[in-house]
């Protein structure tokens, strides 16, 4: 798998760069802010993720690792796929994007072309545990409080009342944010 590419901009286009690496030049998918930030650059890094699919081998190129990784979990939502995640990271950077995600803005995420209401929420729900391990894995040291606050931003995005997740949330006995979900959903009902 590749991992990353280094090499020099052989042309820049809004949302992919064909970038040349020892004399083989790479057509690589970016967002728009990716594509802002090598304006200008004669060489150039890449954070990648590679799809390979029956029909085409796609790669994808990231200027900030935590955009990577925004990718690489958004692209395992069932119904998101590679445009999708692709439009979401060009409407948004990865920080105003996890900045919608704490505080579940629904109405933010439904400005990306491609959502809708009901995909919205499902997004906010599959990766705001996503934010919780990676704020975790960075040193943050209350997780568990944390992890509480991103199943009740979850909760509440798919309607649920705050004193009625409160109230679930004490009962919850999970630990991942996800299999908190679940087991508060089933108390919900």
Excluded at 94 to 99: D, G, L, P, V
């Amino acid at each position: 798998m590749i991992f990353g590419l280094k090499g020099k901009v052989f042309r820049l286009e809004n949302t992919r760069v064909l970038l040349d690496v020892g004399g083989v030049i790479y057509e690589v998918n970016i967002s728009l802010h990716s594509a802002r930030f090598l304006e200008n650059k004669e060489e150039i890094f890449l954070f990648a993720t590679q799809i390979v699919r029956e029909d085409a081998h796609l790669l994808f190129g990231f200027v900030e690792e935590i955009e990577k990784q925004t990718f690489d979990r958004l692209i395992k939502i069932n119904g998101v796929g590679p445009k999708v995640a692709l439009a979401i990271l060009s409407t948004y950077s990865a920080q105003e994007f996890i900045e919608i995600i704490q505080t579940k803005n629904i109405a933010a995420l439904q400005k990306v072309p491609g959502i809708g209401g009901k995909s919205a929420g499902k997004i906010m729900v599959d990766i705001s545990g996503f934010y919780v391990d990676l704020i975790a894995q960075e040193g943050v040291k209350d997780s568990k409080s944390l992890a509480y606050q991103e199943v009740k931003m979850a909760l509440e995005s798919l309607g649920f009342k705050a004193n009625a997740i409160d109230k679930v949330l004490k009962q919850v006995q999970k630990n991942s944010v996800q299999d908190m979900i679940k087991e508060a959903l089933g108390l919900l009902k």
